[in-house]
């Protein structure tokens, strides 16, 4: 099983060392990118490169578009045409099923992607979703790929991948602006900007390795932590009384919103 890359960019990068780290061999993987400094860090890994989209696409089994939006649609106009067997597994953000399927072979089977920036760490989580062309074996490889970038989750309806990129493209920001504000709050209690920052990143990562555990719900979680009268309720009434969790909901809608509109930039109807 050969996998072609189209783009050889810091997911590129992520996705190949998955790959290796689960076992596949290095002369079973090809990247392709006008930029040879892109190629010659991937060729480190020991994996063909070319400057040529045309040639890591001719013998490949699987084919991964790791490129922008914007030049999506001239890439895949100028590919020769794919055959039926290959499977393009495309992880650009905001290029819909219809505009792929509008720029590719009639009935090319396709995956959908929307991974996360931790993915560039191993840890990201990605939303899949297959068009009526992908067989099993398909479904598994692809998933195979993205979990070796984190793990992933199907949808049944493309139109999920909007909230997905709602959830979890955008959430690692969400958590960022946290943090952020809580390292603002601890420099305004009295502690020094070290001793915030780790304050905060050290909570961040402990909560999320608790919410982790099997079975753990957030809820449960957050009523465990909370002692009737204490610091912490003290905290959560004033976030409950100033509305965080409509902002949250308010915020997700835009980001879903937004997804829906940028779609529409840069695909086959523009
Ligand atoms: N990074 C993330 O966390 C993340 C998360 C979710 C989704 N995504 C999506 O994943 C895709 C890749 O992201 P990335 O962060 O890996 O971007 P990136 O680092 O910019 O990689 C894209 C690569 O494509 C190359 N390229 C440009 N024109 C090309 C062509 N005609 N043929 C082949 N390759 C070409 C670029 O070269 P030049 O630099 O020379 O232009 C660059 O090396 C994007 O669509 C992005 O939306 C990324």
Not at 134 to 149: C, S, T
Request: aromatic fraction near 2%; charge should be negative.
């Amino acid at each position: 099983m050969t996998i072609a890359f189209i783009g050889a960019g810091n997911m590129a990068g992520s996705l190949i060392r998955g790959l290796q780290t689960s076992g596949t061999p290095a002369d079973k993987i090809i990247a392709a990118d006008p930029a040879q400094v892109q190629l010659d860090a991937l060729a480190r890994l020991g994996i063909q490169t070319t400057t040529d989209n045309a040639v890591a696409v001719d013998a490949a089994d699987i084919v991964v578009l790791a490129i922008k939006p914007q030049i999506t649609g001239n890439v895949l106009k100028q590919l020769p045409p794919l055959q039926q067997h290959q499977l393009v597994i495309s992880i650009v953000a905001g290029i819909d099923m219809r505009s792929l399927q509008d720029w590719l072979p009639n009935k090319q089977p396709i995956v959908r992607c929307m991974p996360n920036t931790p993915a560039l760490l191993g840890a990201g989580i990605t939303g899949l979703f297959a068009n009526a062309s992908v067989n099993g074996p398909q479904r598994h490889k692809a998933q195979d790929i993205l979990n070796g970038v984190g793990s992933s989750v199907w949808v049944s309806e493309e139109s999920q991948l909007d909230a997905v990129t709602a959830v979890s493209g955008s959430g690692p920001a969400y958590y960022f602006l946290l943090m952020e504000s809580m390292v603002a709050s601890a420099l305004a209690l009295g502690l020094d900007a070290e001793t915030s920052r780790k304050l905060v990143v050290e909570t961040a990562r402990g909560a999320a390795l608790m919410a982790c555990e099997p079975n753990a719900d957030p809820a449960t979680l957050r009523r465990n932590v909370t002692s009737p009268g204490g610091t912490t309720e003290a905290a959560l009434n004033v976030m409950q009384e100033q509305g965080l969790p409509t902002t949250v909901d308010n915020a997700l809608q835009a980001a879903k919103d937004r997804a829906e509109t940028l779609a529409l930039e840069f695909g086959s109807e523009a």
